[in-house]
């Protein structure tokens, strides 16, 4: 096998997962991801990135509130790129941290729109779903089911859509 065939696992005849990592953990292992997922949740409800209302409010454009928020996280991410790529970081077991180039497709277009009319609509992304799940709003359980089966759509799909 050549070096490029361990560093990626095929899933399909098109996706590849590129710097999966080779080490198992053990259940107790994980359990720190656990933790600090719920640590996230509870700052996302604190801080009401999860509220519908403040949602529709930055989709109307009447409150900075979500794009300070939003903007925050993009400077980091930004920065914190920088510094990995930079001083060459490793991961905690000792691996190395590499980012791969993104090339632009007009598929991603297509799924921006798609993503943040969903959004607007049903007050919630990815990231806050578990967060309003677990603040209570059993209505959310529909978007999970609805965005657990628009994956699973775009699996079936993938091959015949845009990319």
Not at 116 to 144: D, E, K, M
Request: charged share 15%; hydrophobic share 45%.
């Amino acid at each position: 096998m050549t070096k490029e065939t361990v560093e990626k696992t095929e899933f399909s005849d098109n996706a590849m997962c590129v710097n999966e990592s080779k080490i198992n953990n053990s259940f107790f292992s994980n359990l720190k991801y656990l933790i600090v997922g719920v640590i996230f949740g509870i700052t996302f409800v604190k801080a009401e990135i999860v509220s519908w209302f403040r949602i529709q409010e930055m989709f109307r454009l009447t409150s900075f509130h979500m794009y300070g928020v939003i903007g925050t996280g993009v400077v980091i991410g930004m920065l914190s790129i920088q510094i990995i790529k930079r001083f060459k970081i490793k991961t905690i077991q000792g691996e190395p941290i590499t980012i791969a180039d993104k090339t632009f497709n007009k598929g991603q277009i297509y799924g921006g729109l798609i993503f943040g009319l969903g959004w607007a609509i049903t007050g919630a992304c990815p990231g806050p779903l578990f967060a309003q799940i677990g603040a209570g709003f059993s209505v959310i359980f529909v978007t999970f089911s609805s965005a657990t089966f628009g994956v699973w759509v775009y699996g079936y799909l993938r091959d015949k859509l845009p990319h």
